[in-house]
């Protein structure tokens, strides 16, 4: 008796009501005189619906219940032990060791007992589920089976659960952002009962390796998160210097000097760029862009030129975000009206004076959209970051010297072996809190004016 | 006459930047392309040594063990190796792999007299001198020592050094050792992650457009929905990688580095542009043809699923396949929910530990042995081999599907 069966039943038994159902209508609607409001297919969709949905929700709730009244039961075999992560752990080595999944005993007076207690009452468990969802589906389908009448309205009852469905779908979006919000949050907050808001907003030392003994030099780590606020203000800055430009002469070329055949060759060969995964603008990055910039910092004589600098990161995630900014300014750029370009030549302006002087400041506000809009792409863009740049936070300016980012930070903190209950781990929910509320400004800012701009001239 | 002169310059030169522009960006794609490229073919071949191996006749095999008499077989070829650190130094041209090899020849031995030479894998140092990635320095080559090279000079003159198709590349999961190393877990675990994200992602797009275009009224909830769609969609990946690690790994306890978590985690990332993608298509679809329905009868929602659907389907693909792609190449949110385990087991289902194929890429990068920089390469190549192949299928589909009314 498993889980499958207790799912395969349930689907035979759905199909069983959706078939009877539809071959039940079909008679009904060949006799004389009877006019029956829905076609067949939709009573038997109806009693399929009406059958699978209260097993599907019990046996949630069940599963639900049964684990949490199972590890209650399962805690009093291991009462002595006071830890209770500990005793959790334990408890999950006797599910795994019942399911088979450990084979490995652990050393303690109950565990075999716990084990015993675990399987027997599983296995009664199991069979007292499949047959009170199997009765109750059973039951279920034939009320359903006795609703098909001449009158019965299925088509409509199975639209509503449809429509139904489909809102539940679209709430589901926000559901995501809420989790978002709230799983960033709550982290947020016991993150904040450790370390100061003061401290991480606006100190500038960043630290946040905790050592092992206590009374160590440094043994709080320090979470003045400022050197990492600017080594990512940095880095996208720079990615912006070298996107900015290339994006925006290439959208002005693309759209306003380039032949038709020009336009349709560049256009997707610029996209490409956007289509390529960060992971490989990293090693490229790694293999190319890093030792080319070393031997131009020697050539040049630089001092301090870091192997890790803000220089190389940012130059490589500039060429990532050019297809961003060279296609939304393409998109502000081709939505100003052509008569106002038209009217310009006219005059006798060129067309790079009617380009800057008029068909700019007329799309201005998309060009400013598309620019925010790269940017906050390049702050929250990791794998480039954490592949090129550093991990130690250096509060500077000077694009030759190695920076670090949140998104960097937010890696580094939180692969390996994680406790929930350290600062450590716990600042970079915070900093990722910091980045998903500026990016959503910055998005949210980029979209209005956008589409007022976009209002504009229509 | 001299000001027009001037403004004509000035016209030149601003589209001579735009130019400019247009060629840097192309030219920084080919200069990607070709490095990866140039860098990874030679990944795909792989330095294999003649090993003369003499079986007789119905030899009893049953008690041997392969790596002895691999060893055995290497050191008759070489009579005057004598001393420990010269066997030493002449098996370490060999990677384990060869031992495997050897056992697998054993395995399929039938009786029949062996005698002739044999290939087996090289180790990885082996590997770099022979394809020129490491220069030789008189008598050394990166950590190849002089007392190495001399064995590796007299393969060479025996033309028993040879390059051949690596099988283990496309055919096995990670190692430690960069010449056993192959990317089939990874490619098994980016399939699993993405087959999840499919199946959470897609229907719910699909419902969640429809009920946006066609059902939801116009009010401030609508709103709500529509602008939180918009901006998730440009959520910084990594943020729903934390989601996944609150979410899936710490409240509803599944397990860690599974491709299950990961492909949840991605579906909730592609969610947004399959409902934008989705919304598009359908709002393409000419109200004719739904008036035309609706006049004959049907009611809205079969109206919708009997021709706003199936007429919108190509669109909705196409952006489908788009976000699934863009998901594949996708890193940093399984970095959060731990599919960066070194992980040699080729995984089974989507509950087994797994990494992806771009953290594959990530993990080799990082890796020391100058080997990997090549495989890494070589994983580079057969990602974006799969990212073209969906993108060519998302522009056939729209070809070949796409009305215009």
Redesign the interface.
Known sequence: MTIEFIILSLIGLTAYSFFIGRKKALALSSLKNVTVHSQPYYHGLYSALITIFPAFILLILWSWIESSIFSINLREYFKDIADPAVADFYILGVINFAGGIDEKAINHVNFMSAVNYYESTMQMNLVLKAIVIIILTLMVSRYSLKLIAADFKA?DLV?II??R???Y??????V??I??VL??L??TIRFFESVAVTEFLFGTHWSPQMSIREGQVGSSGSFGAVPVFTGTLLISFIAMLVAG??????A???S???SINVRLF?KP??E??A??????????A???VGPFFREMGIFFNIDGFSSESALIAGSVLG?MI??FV?SLTDDALSAVPQSLKEGSLAMGA????T??RVIIPASFHGIAGSFL?AF??A?????IV??AAGFAANLTANPFNAVTTV?VQ??GL??GDQE?DSPKTLS??AL?FV??FL??IL??IS?TIVKKYREEYE | MNSIIK??Q??K???F??????A???L??V??LF??FS?GISAFNQTYIGVKIQIQVNSDISNLDPRRELRRNIRTMFPDVKTRSEKKNLYSLFSNGAYYEFEEMLDNYNGEKIDGYYYFLASDDLDMYFKGTVKRKGNSAGRIQPSQMKYIDMFENMNLIELKYNKYLLGSSDSREPELAGILGAIYGSFYAILIAFITSF??GI??A???EK??SKNRFSD??E??????A???????G??G???FL?FFDLPRSASLVGGLTLG?MT??TI?IASRSAIKSVPPSIEEASIGLGS???QTIFNFSLPLAMPGILTGTIIGM??A?????PL??I?M?AFIVDIPSGPMDAATAL?VQ??LW?DSPERAF?ER??AA?MV??LF?FLL?ITAVYLRKKLEKKW
């Open positions: 088509r639209e449809i429509i469905v489909m809102k779908a679209s709430i589901f979006a926000i995501i952002t989790g978002i799983s960033l709550f982290e430009p290339i994006g925006l002469f290439s002005i070329y693309l306003q000097y380039a560049a060969i610029i490409v760029l289509g390529i995964p960060t992971v490989v603008y990293g090693f490229f790694v293999i190319t060429i050019i297809p060279a060129t067309l790079s004076e380009t800057t809009l906050s792409r702050i929250g863009e990791t794998m954490v592949m998104t937010i890696v939180l692969t929930f970079a929910f990722a980045l998903f990016t959503l998005n949210i979209l | 403004r004509n000035r016209e030169r601003f589209k930047y735009g130019i400019l522009a247009v840097t960006a192309i920084l794609l200069i990607l490095k990866i860098t229907p719910l419902l969640t429809i009920y946006l059902l939801a709500i929905i602008t939180n769609i918009n901006n998730l440009a959520v910084p990946s990594i943020v729903f934390l989601l690690l609150a979410i710490n909730l969610l947004p409902v009611s809205k929602i792609a863009r594949i190449g996708e890193t940093a970095l959060m731990g960066v771009p890429i990530y990068q920089v890494t390469s580079i990602l974006l990212l993108n």
